[in-house]
C-alpha cells in the first residue's frame, strides 16, 4: 500500500493544505529609552606640575616628602644662594643713592625756577639785562634736565633691584596650587642648576580629579556636555559616583577613531587617585514615550528594516523606521500605529501573506 506523498502539509482529497505557522507576538510598548554606553576609564590629576630650579646653588632645606598636602603658594624647597642675596644688598644701596640724587636734582630745579622767575621779572622793570634773564632760563632748563636724569637713574635701579630680588625668590620653589607632593627627587645639600630639565618635586591637584575615557565614532556623535554619567572603579567594588560629562574633545583620533571625554569628579575624601581604572556608562540620548520592540522581532538583513503583524490569520510585512536603540529595545519612529500584532519569532522564516496560527502573546516587560 502506498502511502500519500507530504508535502510540508497534509494530502487530503487530491490537494495540498499547507499547515499555519505557529508564532509567538510581541507587544508594541511606548515607554522611556535610555541610550547609554560603557566605556573604560582612568583617573588623572586635574593638574600635574613639574617643579624645577631656576636659580643654581646648592639645596638648604626640603620642607616636603612624598604624599605631603600642600597649599597655593606653600614652600616647598630653597636653595642657598649667598651671592643673589649679597646683590641685592649692593642694590639696595645703590637705590638710597640714587633716590638722594633725586632728591638733591629736585631742591636745585626748584631754586633754580625760583630764581628765574626773580631775574626775569627785574627783567621786565629793567633792573637787570635781558641776557641775564636768558642765563637764569638757561640754568633752569639744565636743572630739569639733571633732575630727568636723576630720576631716569633711579627707575633703572628699580628696575635692576626688581629683577634681583625675583631671582632671590626663586632660591624658594613654591607649590603651584592646592595638591601633594608626589614626587620628590631632591636631597638637602645636593648641587641643583638652573633651568636643567631636571623634576626637584612634582606636585598634583587631586580634589577634583580628572576623569578619562574615550568613546568610540558612533557613541561619539550623541555625546554631549553634561550628559549624566555613571562610575565605578575596580579598586572599589560596590561603590558608584554619579558625575555628568564635563568637556569633550570635539575631534576623533585619528588612530583609533574614539573622542577624548573628560568628567571632573570631586574627591574630597580622598578615596581615588591619579592612575585608578574602571568604568563609566555615559547617558548618550533619552527619548520619552518612545515606541518601541524587542530587537529579535525586526528584521534588518533582508532590505530595508521591517516587522510582521498578524492580521486575519496571516502575516504582513511591514517596512519601519527605526530611532534609538538601547541593545535590546529599537524605536520605531515610523511605520506602526502601536495596535499591530507583531511577530516576535520565526522573522527570518516568514513570508508575506503566510498563515500563521498564534501560540502565545509574550507580555509587556
Keep these: 500500500m502506498k502511502l500519500p506523498i507530504l508535502w510540508v502539509g497534509w494530502a487530503w482529497a487530491g490537494a495540498v493544505v499547507f499547515a499555519a ?38 639645596v638648604a632645606e626640603v620642607l616636603v616628602d612624598i604624599g605631603s598636602s600642600v597649599e597655593a603658594g606653600q614652600p616647598l624647597l630653597k636653595i642657598d644662594v649667598p651671592e643673589r642675596a649679597a646683590r641685592v644688598q649692593v642694590l639696595v644701596s645703590e637705590m638710597v643713592e640714587r633716590a638722594a640724587a633725586v632728591a638733591a636734582a629736585e631742591a636745585n630745579r626748584k631754586a633754580a625756577a ?20 636768558v642765563e637764569a632760563q638757561h640754568r633752569l632748563e639744565q ?19 626688581a629683577e634681583a630680588e ?8 613654591s607649590a603651584p596650587f592646592d595638591g601633594i607632593v608626589a614626587a620628590r627627587n631632591v636631597d638637602p ?15 598634583m591637584a587631586v580634589n577634583p580629579l580628572r576623569v578619562v575615557t574615550y568613546v568610540p565614532e558612533r557613541e561619539a556623535v550623541r555625546l554631549n556636555n553634561g550628559d549624566p554619567v555613571t562610575l565605578s572603579f575596580d579598586a572599589l567594588p560596590g561603590q558608584s559616583f554619579s558625575a555628568r560629562i564635563t568637556r569633550t574633545a570635539g575631534v576623533l583620533d585619528p588612530k583609533t577613531r574614539r573622542m577624548r571625554a573628560e568628567i571632573d569628579l570631586g574627591n574630597s575624601k580622598g578615596l581615588l587617585f591619579p592612575g585608578m581604572y574602571g568604568k563609566v556608562v555615559i547617558e548618550l540620548q533619552q527619548r520619552r514615550n518612545a515606541l518601541v520592540l524587542p530587537a529579535s522581532a525586526i528584521r534588518l538583513n533582508d532590505g530595508p528594516p521591517h516587522v510582521y503583524a498578524v492580521e486575519g490569520g496571516r502575516v504582513k510585512r511591514i517596512p519601519v523606521e527605526l530611532g534609538a536603540d538601547d541593545g535590546i529595545l529599537i524605536e520605531i519612529t515610523s511605520g506602526l500605529t502601536g495596535k499591530e500584532q507583531i511577530v516576535a519569532n520565526r522573522i527570518g522564516r516568514l513570508q508575506h501573506g503566510e498563515a500563521v ?4 502573546r509574550m507580555e509587556a516587560r
Design 143 to 161: 636743572a630739569n634736565a639733571a633732575l630727568q636724569s636723576a630720576e631716569a637713574s633711579l627707575g633703572v635701579g628699580r628696575a635692576r633691584l
Design 357 to 360: 496560527t498564534v501560540t502565545r
Design 21 to 58: 505557522v505557529p508564532v509567538e507576538l510581541v507587544p508594541l510598548q511606548q515607554q522611556d529609552l535610555k541610550i547609554t554606553t560603557t566605556q573604560p576609564i582612568s583617573v588623572e590629576a586635574f593638574y600635574t606640575a613639574d617643579i624645577g630650579a631656576r636659580v643654581s646653588g646648592y
Design 114 to 133: 625760583s630764581e628765574q622767575q626773580r631775574v626775569r621779572t627785574l627783567a621786565d622793570r629793567g633792573s637787570v639785562t635781558e641776557k641775564a634773564a
Design 189 to 203: 645639600g645636593d648641587l641643583v642648576t638652573a633651568d636643567a630639565a631636571t623634576t626637584l618635586l612634582q606636585v
Design 166 to 173: 625675583q631671582m632671590l625668590a626663586y632660591a624658594t620653589l
